[in-house]
């Protein structure tokens, strides 16, 4: 009886390691090869009212505007500079127009610094502008 048992008892031991209540351990995520070759996109370039002499500016043109950003991020050809007013942040994405050229600005965006909400472009840039006087 002790034999049956004790077969028995291994018998459960090994369904229960092959019943798949058992921890796997994590696998690398698998990363997809990198880009053999870049192709170069054009940006779309923002046209909108009091955004003269913004939109077409190189970088160096808006810090003398407007002063010292309050971010700049550059990620790859494209680059962000923040400006803040007293009322809104305006910022300004620069993009190269075709490839290997100094990225200039081709959208901007103005939002309201208490809230978020969207803010006028043309007013944003007068504001910032006044202040970095």
Do not use: W
Not at 46 to 59: L, P
Not at 88 to 110: K, M, N, Q, R, S
Request: charged share 20%; aromatic share 6%; proline share 5%.
């Amino acid at each position: 009886m002790r034999r049956v048992l004790a077969g028995l008892t291994l018998a459960l031991a090994a369904a229960g390691c092959s019943s798949g209540n058992y921890v796997r351990t994590p696998q690398a995520a698998s990363i997809p090869p990198a880009a053999t070759g870049s192709t170069f996109r054009a940006p779309d370039v923002m046209q909108a009212r009091g955004t003269d002499g913004v939109i077409g500016s190189e970088a160096n043109a808006l810090t003398r505007r407007f002063g010292t950003p309050r971010i700049d991020l550059s990620e790859g050809d494209a680059r962000k500079l923040q400006f803040t007013g007293r009322s809104c942040v305006l910022d300004i994405f620069l993009y190269p127009l075709e490839a290997g050229a100094v990225p200039v600005a081709t959208h901007i965006a103005a939002r309201a610094r208490q809230g978020g909400a969207a803010a006028d472009s043309a007013f944003c840039i007068r504001e910032v502008e006044s202040e970095a006087d």
